[in-house]
């Protein structure tokens, strides 16, 4: 509907004063505009809504995973070409929302996963939990910062300190 025959489509939608209003557009470029006129990105959305109760400033991706702790929900999926002559696209990481705690209790974070050196699934490498607790290489940080013992290529204890001692927590 855009009157300068440009090749951009635009979707609007009729008030209930009959004024048409856009709502979103995809621009020559294949650039994707949720509240704005003119995407300089691949999908750029804006609003003015700075409402965090009701997520209307945001953008919200569902998934109906379990009621449990540490279900997995919606997320993102990273993914680039694997090596130069590939015109696969592989999966090289990934942030999920995750239940942090048991069913029917409120309680939500992040979980940051990472691709192996394989075609297996994903890690999940890093979590943020309902309290802000920071795990690396734990499902359920008890501390601000909680690091898991775990091991480099050589064996050796990759969280350590000058004692030697493992499973800092800080």
């Given at each position: ?86 015109t696969q696209d592989v ?25 192996p050196n394989n075609a297996n699934a994903m890690n ?47």
């Amino acid at each position: 509907n855009d009157t300068a025959y440009s090749s951009n489509f635009v979707f609007q939608t009729r008030g209930s004063a009959g004024t048409l209003t856009e709502k979103m557009r995809i621009t020559q470029d294949g650039n994707i505009g949720i509240g704005s006129t003119a995407p300089t990105s691949k999908l750029e959305v804006f609003t003015t809504d700075q409402d965090f109760e009701d997520d209307s400033n945001a953008i919200r991706i569902t998934h109906p995973g379990g009621p449990f702790q540490l279900d997995v929900g919606g997320g993102l999926v990273f993914a680039q070409r694997w090596y130069d002559q590939s015109t696969q696209d592989v999966r090289t990481g990934g942030i999920y929302g995750i239940k942090t705690i048991g069913s029917g209790a409120y309680g939500g974070g992040l979980a940051f996963y990472s691709q192996p050196n394989n075609a297996n699934a994903m890690n999940r490498s890093m979590v943020i939990n309902h309290a802000t607790n920071v795990g690396i290489g734990t499902d359920s940080p008890e501390t601000k910062l909680d690091v898991s013992r775990g091991t480099d290529a050589t064996g050796y204890a990759t969280n350590s300190d000058q004692r030697g001692e493992a499973n800092i927590t800080i």
